[in-house]
C-alpha cells in the first residue's frame, strides 16, 4: 500500500455508539470520506484519538494496477462497502477484557460525549474510587475505551508516606469534593468538565 503523504486532517467513524477520531491524509479523506463514512473532526463531543482498544473496522480496496487503499470505516458502511468489493476486517486488537477479580479491577470514569474512561486499579487502590467518582466495572458496562485522548485530569493524595494517583471523573462537583478531601487535582480541561 502506498504511503501517502502531506497534509493531515482529523476524522471519525462511528461504530458501536462509539465517535473514534485518527489522523488522515486530507486528499484521501475527502476523496474517500463518504463511502467510508468518515466524518471530518471539528469538535464534535464525544470524539476520542488514540485509544488502545476497541478500534473500528478496516476497509481496505484493490485498486486498478494491484495497489490497494485501506482506512477506518464506519459500521454503518459496512454493507455497502461490501457489496462495493471492499475487504472489511476487525480491529486485530479487539476489546478488552474486564478484570473484577484478583490483583487488579477494571474502572471507569464517565466522560463528555457518552463514553467510559477505562483502566485498571490495584485492588487496594479502588477503596478510593468513590471519592472520585470512579465506578467499578462489570461484563455487561458498555462503551468502555482504554488508552485514549483526551484523559480525564488526575488526582493524588500523599498518605501513609506514599501518594496514590489515579483518574478522576471529569466533573466540577466531584473535583471540588475531592480537593476538599485533601486530593490534588492536575490535568484538568475545563472543556471536558460539566458544572454538575
Not at 485509544?51 to 482506512?71: F, Y
Not at 487488579?104 to 477503596?127: H, Q
Not at 468513590?130 to 500523599?158: F, H
Not at 501513609?160 to 483518574?167: E, M
Request: hydrophobic share 35%; proline share 5%; aromatic share 10%.
Amino acid at each position: 500500500m502506498p504511503r501517502r503523504r502531506g497534509n493531515k486532517v482529523p476524522a471519525y467513524v462511528e461504530f458501536s455508539g462509539l465517535k473514534y477520531g485518527f489522523q488522515i491524509n486530507q486528499a484521501f479523506h475527502n476523496q474517500y470520506k463518504g463511502v467510508l463514512g468518515q466524518t471530518t473532526f471539528a469538535g464534535a463531543a464525544g470524539v476520542f484519538f488514540g485509544a488502545n482498544s476497541p478500534k473500528p473496522n478496516r476497509a481496505t480496496l484493490e485498486i486498478a494496477g494491484g495497489s490497494r487503499v485501506s482506512s477506518f470505516c464506519s459500521s454503518a458502511k459496512i454493507n455497502d462497502l461490501q457489496k462495493a468489493n471492499w475487504i472489511v476486517t476487525a480491529s486485530g486488537s479487539g476489546i478488552r477484557g474486564v478484570k473484577t477479580a484478583g490483583a487488579t479491577r477494571t474502572v471507569y470514569v464517565d466522560m463528555p460525549g457518552g463514553y467510559k474512561y477505562a483502566w485498571n486499579l490495584t485492588a487496594a487502590e479502588v477503596s478510593k474510587a468513590g471519592e472520585l467518582g470512579i465506578e467499578q466495572a462489570s461484563g455487561s458496562t458498555d462503551n468502555m475505551v482504554w488508552g485514549s485522548t483526551p484523559k480525564p485530569p488526575r488526582a493524588s493524595k500523599r498518605e501513609g508516606g506514599s501518594t496514590v494517583s489515579t483518574f478522576i471523573k471529569p466533573q466540577a462537583s466531584v473535583i471540588d469534593a475531592a480537593v476538599d478531601k485533601g486530593w490534588t487535582v492536575r490535568g484538568v480541561s475545563y472543556d471536558l468538565i460539566p458544572n454538575a
